[in-house]
């Protein structure tokens, strides 16, 4: 079965705190892997990768993807209130349905 | 830059009432999307477009249909609607692998 699968479900940390939320999957035929920040409403893209090994930071934020491993990692250093949101990560089918499967999210609440 | 709209914004509907819920986009994007969350859950693929004329079943399907007569437009049907259809709707269109979503529909079925 196509699972995407995210752990931990939920995560509560305080402001300063370095966070690592995980992302694996069960397929290896996927073009991208990517993670999104959903607070209120819609979800707002962060990252996407596709290829092993080959961070991408954005302020905090950074992702790495193992291709390998059939797995993703979302790094946040020094936390603050505003990183608190559900994280979501997701994998693209590519090809001519360009399908994008989510995984359950990660909810991360950053105490201050 | 509109982007992604979807209407309405909430709805309540009781039980085996329909309802079509819209979805625009202005991006002039091939593919769309619908996802369902539910609370504590994360987004579950209900249908996909990768084109006008052309739509599939996502993960989630029974109980809805779509269609795709434009590029711009891809609404959501619900035909008999059920309480397990409450949920928080959102659409999504994208070129590529990024996708843009809308701020969703919450409807409540009672």
Known sequence: EDKVVQSPLSLVVHEGDTVTLNCSYEVTNFRSLLWYKQEKKAPTFLFMLTS??????SGRLS???????????????????????????????????????FGTGTLLAVQP | NAGVTQTPKFRILKIGQSMTLQCTQDMNHNY???????????????????????????EVPNGYNVS??????????????APSQTSVYFCASSYGDEAFFGQGTRLTVV
């Open chain 1, 52 to 57: 092993s090994g080959i961070e991408k930071k």
């Open chain 2, 68 to 81: 795709r007569s434009t590029t711009e437009d891809f609404p959501l049907r619900l035909e008999l609607a």
């Open chain 1, 63 to 101: 992702s790495i993807l193992d291709k390998k491993e059939l797995f993703s990692i979302l790094n946040i250093t020094a936390t603050q209130t505003g990183d608190s949101a559900v994280y979501l990560c997701a994998r693209s089918y590519g090809g001519a349905t360009n399908k994008l499967i």
């Open chain 2, 32 to 58: 769309m999307y619908w996802y369902r969350q539910d609370p504590g859950m994360g987004l579950k693929l209900i249908y996909y477009s990768v084109g006008a004329g052309i739509t599939d079943k996502g």
